[in-house]
């Protein structure tokens, strides 16, 4: 069985410009999350989906962060302008549900590096 | 302010020794616990949990302790093997139907030593 999928794996930037990052999860799994891992910390939950629909997106910086799961399968995590502050590894999870005993399954991260 | 906590950024230990990994909390609403594994350039795997109902909880030679009074949690490895070197994160979350959301600790570096 596929893992959870994510593109790009390294991605370089200068400030202020766009980038994008892409999520496709495990097939069934309807729980979708969008973590940040800054180094040497553990990851921070951005948004979370449930199908399409975002249900806890309170940790999400709306001013510069967006994210959307159409079709309630693929999702992407859009920033846009970057900053300095925001290179870090985008991690993609999801889950079979959201009951506390389905398990979350992380991918292997998009790093981004904000020059 | 950290809500759970990994005071022991790293840990070494000898090959077929007992690795102790140490993880505590501050939020009493915390209910259920989990432990990740990481290794570079993969994302973290789950490797175990436990319910605030319970103290202990095995699987195969990891065993997750929980102090509730003492909002203290451990995993220990028995015996260590040069493959369990990772990265290991303690997590928690509040049991509250639909509104699971894990904090994450910042980490323990395992280096077992063959």
């Known amino acids: 069985e596929a893992g959870v999928v994510q593109s790009p794996r390294y991605k370089i930037i200068e400030k202020k410009q766009p980038v994008a990052f892409w999520c496709n999860p495990i097939?069934?799994?309807?729980?979708l999350y969008w973590y940040l891992q800054n180094l040497g910390q553990g990851p921070e939950l951005l948004i979370r989906y449930e199908n399409e629909e975002a249900v806890d997106d309170s940790q999400l910086p709306k001013d510069r962060f967006s994210a959307e799961r159409l079709k309630g399968v693929d999702s992407t995590l859009k920033i846009q302008p970057a900053e300095l502050g925001d290179s870090a590894v985008y991690l993609c999870a999801s889950s079979l549900g959201r009951a506390l005993t389905d398990t979350q399954y992380f991918g292997p991260g998009t790093r981004l590096t904000v020059l | 302010d950290q809500q759970v906590k990994q005071n022991s950024p790293s840990l070494s230990v000898q090959e077929g020794r007992i690795s102790i990994l140490n993880c505590d909390y501050t939020?009493?609403?915390?209910?259920?616990f989990l432990w990740y594994k990481k290794y570079p350039a993969e994302g973290p795997t789950f490797l175990i949990s436990i319910s605030s109902i319970k103290d202990k909880n095995e699987d195969g030679r990891f065993t997750v302790f929980l102090n509730k009074s003492a909002k203290h949690l451990s995993l220990h490895i028995v015996p260590s093997q040069p493959g369990d070197s990772a990265v290991y994160f303690c997590a928690a979350t509040p049991v509250v139907a639909g509104s699971y959301q894990l904090t994450f600790g910042k980490g323990t570096k395992l280096s077992v030593i063959p």
């Open positions: 097939s069934g799994h309807n729980t």
């Open positions: 939020n009493s609403m915390f209910d259920y």
